[in-house]
């Protein structure tokens, strides 16, 4: 293949393209320049395996940023989940670079569980030949930071593998670090290997990523239309609604969101997330300020302080630092008699619901002033929401479905950041930075005709929506169950018209809901899920995939347990046996979930 031409020489002048559509066409087609110049370049010698584990799609697209440096270094690589790698296949590879989250308390990640158990296994080979680093990913506010990473690591050594770089654990911020330790590992191995540039990315059968049939290179999605949109710079997309969905009657306030996605070139696949940059209400600023003595004219980092609190630091939820500093200020504290007791679980629930400003105002005299409290902020995160719509639908909009979380007594009124900011602090038409957070690993299955199975209970029915249209819009054949959820069926049944529509269109074979106030006693979906217990194995065998979204701390293990058993009656078996099938679900990704 010639090489081809630059170029602004191949997109005329008068072409009809945005300013993001000609951009990204011109990235498409100096990548297609590249690879007719890295056919030229001699065949990579050494292949670096990148697996990663992801529950949000954080590690993934890091992955994909390693296979594209390795490649550009001259290296081959190829980017795996680590579910997809049996004990075999890692024994006989020689580079692995490990990129992975945690999820809950210390547990591995979704796509990264089983092959966590399979190499604690006793029978499994040893790794002498293999030389590993490990990337891991976590959030410092949770005691079991960076856990799945740092289990992974030792477990590697055990077997005999050789570390060729310090493991580094990221915190929410992971940019930096991240990539700091992938120049590092990179050039250190193309260095050994005396690689020149321009090698090969690999689409080994275990190189795409997710179930739904998406996938490619990492190096291919990382570069997908309006991937230049990401945390450092997000795009200011139009509000173009906000309207309620919830009965005004209703305990919670459920909204629904769109967002124009103008001429960003941005494009979206239904399940992934759209992570929005919110800023603090300047009420709670202002509470702030008043406790610490501060007017907020007061410059930080050539800024007024008012400003950093509400667009930089977060302000609601209190950083582990700032906890600690407060106990030693204030040792006569109800915080400090909590943390006194030692337990962990007291002291969560104690935190539960309370905010910067309550900790100070606990804190009394002794809590800290401005200057010494500024440190213990941690910088203000985006906020990441399920996509609730499907470009087939609708290709230049993004829709949301968000609870606000709002809570409190007469003396003082709590707000969730992101919730409230969408709320009640963006003008009608006004603008949001987001930007995309693509998770390949949920989505509508590859196969048209493959059944579906989706227990959403709350606002985890967004993804849903989105697959009911995909399918919809795309003529997929395959039949589709949901399970739905929330207190009152008068107040809480979101999307009921729509949901009632599909349903007589046969878009939507299936629908159970389970209102769980509505009666004396509490019925969830996974009650529903049991009633229909033989249905549901008979979809099961049937090929169908399952998801599950929502709440992590209590609803999807309850539905996970409710699952097994459905199987094990299915099936006449034990426990054994239903874990080892939901375990092949899992292999197969027709068994994932979207929940935290
Ligand atoms: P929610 O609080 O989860 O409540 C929805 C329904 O679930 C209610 O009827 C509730 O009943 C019921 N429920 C409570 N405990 C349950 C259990 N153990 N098993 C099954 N159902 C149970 O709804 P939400 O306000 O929409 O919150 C959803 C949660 O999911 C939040 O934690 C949110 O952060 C998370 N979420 C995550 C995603 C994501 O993208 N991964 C998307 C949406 C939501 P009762 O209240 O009557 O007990």
New binding site residues.
């Given amino acids: 293949m010639s090489t081809l031409p630059p170029t602004g020489s191949l997109i005329p002048v008068d072409a009809p393209f945005s300013a993001a559509q000609e951009s990204w066409l011109a990235g498409f087609i100096a990548g297609i320049a590249a690879a007719g110049k890295r056919s030229a370049a001699p065949a990579p010698t050494t292949t670096i395996d990148v697996l990663f584990g992801t529950q949000t799609g954080n590690a993934e697209f890091l992955a994909d940023e390693l296979v594209a440096g390795a490649v550009a270094r001259g290296l081959g690589g190829r980017a795996t989940p680590l579910d997809a790698v049996t004990t075999e296949q890692l024994a006989a590879m020689s580079h692995v670079l490990v990129v992975t989250s945690t999820y809950g308390e210390g547990e591995m990640p979704d796509n990264a569980g089983l092959f966590w158990d399979a190499i604690q296994a006793a029978t499994v080979p040893r790794l002498e030949g293999l030389q590993y680093a490990v990337l891991g990913l976590g959030d410092t506010s949770y005691d079991e930071f960076c856990q799945a990473g740092k289990l992974l690591d030792t477990r590697f050594e055990q077997l005999g593998a050789t570390r060729i770089h310090d493991r580094v654990d990221c915190d929410v911020d992971f940019e930096d670090p991240a990539a700091l330790w992938t120049d590092a590992v990179l050039d250190r191995l193309a260095a050994e290997a005396g690689a020149t540039g321009g090698g090969g990315a690999t689409t080994g059968s275990s190189a795409t990523t997710g179930g739904a049939g998406a996938g490619g290179t990492g190096a291919g999605r990382a570069s997908r239309p309006g991937a230049q949109w990401n945390k450092r710079t997000p795009y200011a997309s139009r509000l173009v609604e906000n309207r309620l969905l919830s009965s005004p009657r209703s305990a ?1 306030e ?1 909204r629904h969101y769109e967002f124009d996605l103008g001429d960003s070139g941005i494009e979206y696949t239904a399940g992934d ?1 759209l992570a929005v940059v919110p800023r603090n209400d300047e009420v709670f600023v202002a509470e702030l300020l008043e406790q610490v003595g501060a007017d907020g004219s007061e410059e930080f980092d050539g800024r007024p302080v008012a400003e950093v609190l509400r667009v930089d630091r977060e302000i609601r939820t209190p950083s582990k630092d700032l906890v600690a500093d407060l106990v030693q200020r204030a040792p006569s504290s109800e915080l400090a008699a909590v943390v006194a007791h030692g337990d962990k679980h007291e002291l969560d629930r104690w935190l539960w619901g309370r905010d910067v400003i309550d900790l100070l105002r606990d804190a009394g005299p002794a809590a800290p002033g401005l200057d010494e409290l500024l440190p213990n902020l941690r910088p203000l995160q985006a906020r990441q ?2 996509i609730s719509s499907s470009p087939l639908a609708h290709p230049s909009r993004i829709h949301l479905t968000v ?1 606000s979380v709002r809570y409190g007594d007469p003396h003082r009124m709590h707000a969730g950041v992101a919730s409230t900011f969408l709320a009640d602090r963006v003008a009608p038409d006004g603008t949001v930075d987001v930007y995309l957070q693509p998770n390949a690993a949920f989505g509508v299955p590859a196969d048209q005709d493959a059944p579906m199975v989706m227990i959403g ?4 029915i ?1 993804p849903f929506r989105g697959f009911l249209h995909e399918r919809a819009a795309s003529g997929a054949t395959g039949r589709n169950w949901l399970f739905f ?3 009152h069926r008068d107040t809480d049944f979101v999307y009921e018209d729509e949901l009632t529509g599909m349903q007589e269109q046969g878009v939507l074979d299936r629908l159970d809901l ?4 509505d009666q004396a006693e ?1 019925v ?3 009650t529903r899920m049991l009633e229909r217990s033989a249905e549901l194995y008979a979809w099961l065998e049937e090929g169908a995939h399952v998801y599950v ?3 992590a701390s ?2 999807a293990k ?2 996970e347990a409710a699952l097994l058993q459905v199987i094990r009656t299915g099936r006449g078996r034990d426990e054994d046996d239903a874990q080892a099938y939901l375990a092949d679900l899992r292999r197969a990704k027709r068994y994932v979930r ?3």
């Fill in positions: 919670k459920i997330a929401y399920s609870a209970p709350g606002t985890g967004a959820g929330d207190q389970a209102f769980s106030r509490k969830y979906v996974q979204c929502g709440d209590r609803m309850d539905v979207d929940v935290y």
